[in-house]
């Protein structure tokens, strides 16, 4: 996952707001939990496709049910994101690390397209009536494995 490219594409779709005089951060924050956000943040969650290579085996594999978790508020000009792509380990090592997803460019712009409409419509009280942007799939093989899926583990994993 690189950092550095969510951060581009996510200042590239917050310009977007740069008419309504608020500056906007994205922070990259293992520890948020889900469903427990701060006091005044707004959570949201999102389904995406991604690779995943384990850093014990070499093994790789894709999956179409990576969740990111968004926390998000605004306070006094200052808007803030925290994000937290979950992760998934590896079927074939028994010590296997949960590894970061590595999300393609394309899913991201769409994760952050969809992330501006939830800004607009909780932090400044839009209406927005165009439907999320689905995410571009990857061809699997394999059922998803909810052993080895933090999300599923976090009960946030969308099994549809």
């Known amino acids: 996952m690189n950092q550095q490219d969510w951060t581009r594409i996510f200042d590239e779709e917050m310009a977007i707001l740069s008419g309504k005089g608020d500056t906007w951060n994205l ?23 991604a690779r995943f290579s384990c850093t014990s085996c ?40 949960m590894v970061k997803p590595l999300v393609e460019p394309d899913n991201i712009h769409i994760l952050m397209t969809n992330l501006v409409k939830k800004v607009r419509r909780n932090c400044y009280h839009e209406e927005i009536e165009e439907p999320n942007r689905v995410f571009n799939a ?16 976090l009960g946030v994993c969308d099994r549809d």
Request: aromatic residues 8%; positive net charge; proline residues 9%.
């Open 27 to 49: 922070l990259f924050d293992e520890s948020i939990e889900p469903n427990n956000p701060d006091y005044g943040w707004t959570k949201y969650f999102r389904k995406t496709s």
């Open 58 to 97: 070499r093994r790789t594999w894709p999956s179409n049910r990576v969740m990111v978790i968004f926390h998000m508020r605004l306070i006094g000009g200052q808007g803030t994101v925290k994000v937290r792509p979950l992760r998934q380990e590896c079927n074939s090592c028994p010590t296997a690390a």
């Open 138 to 153: 990857v061809d699997v093989k394999s059922p998803h494995e909810p052993d080895h899926c933090e999300g599923c583990r």
